[in-house]
T-cell receptor
Framework: DGGITQSPKYLFRKEGQNVTLSCEQN?????MYWYRQDPGQGLRLIYY???????QKGDIAEGYSVSREKKESFPLTVTSAQKNPTAFYLC??????????????FGPGTRLTVL | GQNIDQPTEMTATEGAIVQINCTYQ??????LFWYQQHAGEAPTFLSY????GLEEKGRFSSFLSRSKGYSYLLLKELQMKDSASYLC?????????FGSGTKLNVKP
């Protein structure tokens, strides 16, 4: 079965600790994305990557970091510099073909709660 | 900047038809997507428009007018399971810009 997996589904961390959220896809997609969603809000882009070993900041990158060492994997680290990290985090992937049909497929999400 | 507007919340009756509007102002445009999102879950793809006009897919249809920066999602024969948030997203130069979503409440 092709798809995107995120783990864990729920994550609790103490304030001041860094935490890494996992995202893996077996769809052979070039592009991968991380979004943050707060209650009653839409999705805001944190980081995205169009190709291995390359990534760009989205609209709310401060306090976050990513890596793209493999095509299948795009982990997100929430650092202690992120002021309000409690949120629902969604990973997505797409074929990445600019200017043409480019549906995004989403993982199930990770709900991060910082205590 | 990029601006995408949707109504915050709508209520409709089971069996009825509802139209959810989306207006956008973006620096470029490569397509518009509609997603459905149930509470606590990931968004799922509903429809895609890149040319003006209506796209129909079963009980769901989506319309696009690029000159007006306007789209709508039409849901027919509403069912209770259609209670969810509906997200409008514009695809532009490798990025997706999402509206805040419209929460649809379907009542018996």
């Amino acid at each position: 079965d092709g798809g995107i997996t995120q783990s864990p589904k729920y994550l609790f961390r103490k304030e001041g600790q860094n935490v890494t959220l996992s995202c893996e896809q077996n769809l052979n997609h070039d592009a991968m994305y991380w979004y943050r969603q707060d209650p009653g809000q839409g999705l805001r882009l944190i980081y995205y990557s169009q190709i291995v070993n390359d990534f760009q900041k989205g609209d709310i990158a401060e306090g976050y970091s990513v890596s793209r060492e493999k095509k299948e994997s795009f982990p997100l680290t929430v650092t202690s510099a992120q002021k309000n990290p409690t949120a629902f985090y969604l990973c997505a992937s797409s074929t990445g073909t600019s200017g043409s049909y480019n549906e995004q497929f989403f993982g199930p999400g990770t709900r991060l709660t910082v205590l | 900047g990029q601006n995408i507007d949707q109504p915050t919340e709508m209520t409709a009756t089971e069996g009825a038809i509802v139209q959810i509007n989306c207006t956008y102002q973006t620096s470029g445009f490569n397509g518009l997507f509609w997603y459905q999102q149930h509470a606590g879950e990931a968004p799922t793809f509903l429809s895609y428009n890149v040319l003006d006009g209506l796209e129909e897919k079963g009980r769901f249809s989506s319309f696009l007018s690029r000159s007006k920066g306007y789209s709508y999602l039409l849901l027919k024969e509403l069912q209770m399971k259609d209670s969810a948030s509906y997200l409008c997203a514009v695809y532009n130069f490798n990025k997706f810009y999402f509206g805040s979503g419209t929460k649809l409440n379907v009542k018996p």
